[in-house]
């Protein structure tokens, strides 16, 4: 693919991958981007939500009105804290987000904002230090998001995956347009101390480990955070992080440049993949034909003595059905991956760099290398 490219001019690749963007959201199909209205506190009156999920923000996106928690694109030179409890509606199913279908939001059939506070840095630690508090749960977006998609989203992946967790979802600027990849990667970036820095609260005010998932573009996002830590020289909050990348939008020599400055984890990364993302496909467009890493084939053995050797664990998830036609959002069907990941023989796989597939069917984590000897060993 990328000596197909090396002969057009960047104009034309940009062009190109547009397009390409395009194409891959009408086969998506998507509905209206919801608005800030979503994020409104609703009364319950006497409907009683069998689950509420409350959620605590950290973002770089300025308010656009002072002391209500509306966010837009405009960067902040200091974080923005909030707390939301968000109701889970009856009729919801694993992997979706049920959205209103009217201008108002119904908690009987809709997520809804039952309550919510506007916080500062002290109210978020003192919530991670109270008596008995789980572990904190960072969520990092990916490209093309407003606030309350990653808000509600965090709200989905925390009840599907029904694990016990301080869920917090870190919403850098994204401008939550196609066109805007560039201006997203750079919002990313521009987020990456901030990110850095409430990694290092949480580890502190933890006193233990804390978790990090990360997706797409919020994947570069987060090792470039992790690369700040290291150049800082805190290792001390680098061994308690556990983090986990689904269809990190990395190119493939940046993040083996990145990895040499990190070092090996106390505890390896995680990194979800999948061949046939269509999203990465024109991700790698946008960089020339470069590989991206949330695109990695595992069954190739390069890719596998490559993540030994880094010190990364890489896990084929391609065996999930997709959600959509980008085969880009297949982490949203955490409640499969969370009950898989949780057994013990696939914690034990999580704990050793290499190559693994994901078996939705059987519900396992095995390296594609053994099951081929295995297969041959019966012929």
């Given at each position: 693919?990328?000596?197909?490219?090396?002969?057009?001019?960047?104009?034309?690749?940009?062009?190109?991958?547009?397009?390409?963007?395009?194409?891959?959201?009408?086969?998506?199909?998507?509905?209206?981007?919801?608005?800030?209205?979503?994020?409104?506190?609703?009364?319950?009156?006497?409907?009683?939500?069998?689950r509420?999920?409350?959620?605590?923000?950290?973002?770089?996106?300025?308010?656009?009105?002072?002391?209500?928690?509306?966010?837009?694109?405009?960067?902040?030179?200091?974080?923005?804290?909030?707390?939301?409890?968000?109701?889970?509606?009856?009729?919801?199913?694993?992997?979706n987000?049920?959205?209103?279908?009217?201008?108002?939001?119904?908690?009987?059939?809709?997520?809804?904002?039952?309550?919510?506070?506007?916080?500062?840095?002290?109210?978020?630690?003192?919530?991670?230090?109270?008596?008995?508090?789980?572990?904190?749960?960072?969520?990092?977006h990916?490209?093309?998001?407003?606030?309350?998609?990653?808000?509600?989203?965090?709200?989905?992946?925390?009840?599907?995956?029904?694990?016990?967790?301080?869920?917090?979802?870190?919403?850098?600027?994204?401008?939550?347009?196609?066109?805007?990849?560039?201006?997203?990667?750079?919002?990313?970036?521009?987020?990456?101390?901030?990110?850095?820095?409430?990694?290092?609260?949480?580890?502190?005010?933890?006193?233990?480990?804390?978790?990090?998932?990360?997706?797409?573009?919020?994947?570069?996002?987060?090792?470039?955070?992790?690369r700040?830590?290291?150049?800082?020289?805190?290792?001390?909050?680098?061994?308690?992080?556990?983090?986990?990348?689904?269809?990190?939008?990395?190119?493939a020599?940046?993040?083996?440049?990145?990895l040499?400055?990190?070092?090996?984890?106390?505890?390896?990364?995680?990194?979800l993949v999948?061949?046939?993302?269509?999203?990465?496909?024109?991700?790698?467009?946008?960089?020339?034909?470069?590989?991206?890493?949330?695109?990695?084939?595992?069954?190739?053995?390069?890719?596998?003595d490559?993540?030994?050797?880094?010190?990364?664990?890489?896990?084929?998830?391609?065996s999930?059905?997709?959600?959509?036609?980008?085969?880009?959002?297949?982490?949203?069907?955490?409640?499969?991956?969370?009950?898989?990941?949780?057994?013990?023989?696939?914690?034990?796989?999580?704990?050793?760099?290499?190559?693994?597939?994901?078996?939705?069917?059987?519900?396992?984590?095995?390296?594609?290398?053994?099951?081929?000897?295995?297969?041959?060993?019966r012929?």
């Open positions: 693919m990328k000596s197909a490219l090396s002969g057009r001019s960047p104009a034309r690749r940009l062009t190109l991958a547009v397009l390409c963007l395009v194409s891959v959201q009408l086969l998506c199909a998507c509905a209206g981007r919801p608005g800030p209205e979503t994020l409104s506190s609703v009364t319950l009156d006497d409907f009683k939500p069998d509420v999920e409350t959620l605590y923000s950290v973002t770089t996106r300025g308010r656009t009105e002072p002391g209500k928690n509306i966010f837009g694109v405009e960067k902040t030179r200091e974080p923005n804290y909030a707390r939301f409890d968000v109701s889970i509606p009856p009729n919801h199913k694993p992997a987000i049920e959205w209103p279908k009217r201008k108002t939001v119904d908690p009987r059939t809709d997520f809804a904002v039952v309550s919510q506070s506007v916080l500062d840095r002290a109210g978020l630690l003192g919530a991670v230090r109270a008596p008995k508090a789980p572990t904190p749960v960072v969520f990092v990916g490209y093309n998001y407003n606030f309350q998609e990653a808000l509600y989203r965090l709200a989905q992946l925390t009840t599907d995956s029904n694990v016990d967790g301080l869920p917090i979802v870190f919403s850098w600027p994204s401008y939550a347009a196609l066109p805007a990849y560039v201006a997203d990667k750079e919002s990313a970036t521009y987020s990456r101390d901030a990110l850095a820095n409430l990694l290092a609260d949480l580890v502190t005010a933890r006193k233990g480990e804390v978790d990090v998932f990360a997706h797409s573009m919020g994947g570069w996002l987060t090792v470039e955070a992790l700040q830590l290291k150049l800082e020289g805190r290792t001390d909050v680098l061994n308690r992080l556990r983090v986990i990348m689904a269809a990190p939008d990395i190119d020599d940046v993040f083996t440049a990145q040499d400055v990190i070092g090996r984890m106390r505890i390896p990364i995680v990194i999948a061949a046939d993302d269509r999203a990465l496909q024109v991700s790698s467009l946008l960089g020339a034909g470069t590989q991206r890493i949330g695109a990695l084939n595992v069954r190739d053995r390069v890719v596998a490559a993540a030994k050797k880094a010190g990364v664990t890489i896990i084929d998830i391609s999930l059905e997709s959600v959509d036609a980008t085969n880009h959002n297949r982490f949203f069907d955490v409640k499969q991956l969370a009950s898989t990941l949780s057994k013990p023989a696939a914690s034990a796989s999580l704990g050793d760099a290499g190559a693994f597939v994901f078996d939705a069917a059987a519900r396992t984590v095995s390296s594609p290398f053994a099951l081929a000897a295995k297969v041959l060993r012929r």
